[in-house]
């Protein structure tokens, strides 16, 4: 069974910092582009951050630009994405996705990948 698994959300106070990481089961993330998103309560979800197989970074959403950064840790076969500077409107279940493609069009409005998810981790960013 292929899946993707999220892990490292929690609590994070305002300004603070969280690493979630995205491993798979059944293939390894490193062969794929790789994309995480997230859906706030009551909002739609929404590409956060992707990265192709070769090229690298490919997309970070307006809203994360200086402060989330995606690499790929090919030692342990996973994507990260670092998130810093964090604000409350950064609350949300993020969720880790593919298409088992090479590249990924998260900068197309409305994008989301036909392909596998993960289960989502949950940032809630506050006090």
């Known amino acids: 069974q292929l899946r993707l698994v999220e892990s490292g959300g929690g609590l994070v106070q305002p300004g603070g910092s969280v690493t979630l990481s995205c491993g798979a089961s059944?293939?390894?993330?490193?062969?794929?582009?790789i994309g995480w998103f997230r859906q706030a309560p009551g909002k739609e979800r929404e590409a956060v951050s992707c990265?192709?197989?070769?090229?690298?970074?490919?997309y970070y959403a307006d809203s994360v630009k200086g402060r989330f950064t995606i690499s790929r840790d090919k030692a342990r076969n996973t994507v990260d994405l670092q998130m810093n500077s964090l604000k409350p409107e950064d609350t949300a279940v993020y969720y880790c996705?593919?298409?088992?493609?090479?590249?990924?069009?998260?900068?197309?409005?409305?994008?989301?990948?036909?392909?596998?998810w993960g289960q989502g981790t949950q940032v809630t960013v506050s006090l």
């Open positions: 996705a593919t298409e088992f493609m090479e590249r990924m069009s998260c900068g197309d409005k409305d994008y989301l990948p036909f392909g596998a």
């Open positions: 059944g293939f390894t993330p490193n062969t794929y582009a």
């Open positions: 990265i192709n197989k070769s090229d690298g970074p490919i």
